[in-house]
């Protein structure tokens, strides 16, 4: 009988174990499933291009963290495939709006239809050039459903106010009334890539942009041996002509690299 009580406790003591070791490894996996941002990823994904946007979606992965970038001033939504890709391996779902003549300043939407579209994805806003600018908007209009911004030599929009008949609105001197679009009293989490070979903004135009930007919050960067429309993919414009095939590649790993190192740094912060 003692030998019977005696095995019966080993076995009862061997059943505990074997509960507890279950029960932590199916936290891991929860933990593990739940945290697809706080390691390095390979996902595949999905290129879906629609009349009003070019998404990279990831595939069979529940992702809840997405940007919307918006595209500089006549580049088309392509020339950032290489950041699309690289997002959406990373279990980022990218969304890239569509404009008409690829102007995201002269065609914002008052509404980002992206937000209805994905209720469950909580979205950081981007944008180069004149796009960077129509994130900043978006941001400052949004700022409950954006987690962060993301801005590539961005050129700060304002726009003229309109009065409830649709003309001009003047200030009591006379003056027409601008509306400047601006986060610099938003504390929302900022990154900022610059390039050494700008020859498409003037330094009053990367002072204005930055001044529209709140400092404590925003993590500025500048790459070297960089331009500015090598943020696209082909480069085909006149400032990229300075620097090298290899320049160019080394410009748009650094761009990916520091957008997902602020990107998953961010979204770590936000759990």
Not at 9 to 36: E, G, H, P, Q
Not at 59 to 70: E, L, M, Q, S
Not at 79 to 107: C, H, S, T, W
Request: negative net charge; glycine residues 6%; hydrophobic residues 40%.
């Amino acid at each position: 009988m003692g030998k019977k009580r005696l095995l019966n406790s080993i076995l009862r003591i061997a059943s505990c174990i074997v509960c507890v070791i279950a029960a932590l490894s199916f936290c891991a996996c929860n933990k593990k499933t739940d945290s697809i941002y706080e390691r390095d990823n390979n996902f595949e994904y999905t290129v879906i291009d629609s009349d009003d946007s070019l998404v990279y979606e990831p595939k069979d992965v529940n992702y809840t963290y997405g940007i919307i970038f918006y595209v500089g001033m006549f580049i088309t939504p392509s020339e950032y495939d290489y950041l699309g890709e690289a997002l959406a391996k990373q279990g980022y779902l990218v969304v890239i709006p569509k404009f008409e003549m690829n102007n995201a300043d002269r065609g914002y939407l008052e509404t980002e239809p992206t937000f209805a579209k994905y209720p469950n994805v909580k979205f950081f806003v981007g944008g180069h050039d004149f796009g960077g600018g129509a994130a900043i908007r978006r941001a400052q209009e949004n700022t409950q459903s954006v987690a962060g911004t993301v801005l590539f030599a961005p050129v700060g929009i304002s726009k003229q106010v309109l009065d409830e008949n649709g003309k001009l609105k003047y200030d009591e001197d006379g003056n027409v009334v601008w509306n400047r679009y601006s986060i610099a009293n938003l504390s929302l989490p900022t990154l900022l890539l610059e390039t050494d070979c700008d020859s498409l903004r003037t330094e009053a135009m990367k002072t204005d942009a930055k001044s529209r930007l709140n400092a404590s919050t925003t993590e500025e960067h500048m790459l070297e041996n960089s331009c500015h429309f090598a943020f696209m993919s082909s480069a085909a414009q006149s400032d990229a002509i300075s620097i090298s095939d290899d320049e160019i590649a080394a410009q748009h790993q650094n761009t990916v690299s520091l957008t997902l190192a602020f990107m998953r740094k961010t979204v770590l912060k936000q759990k």
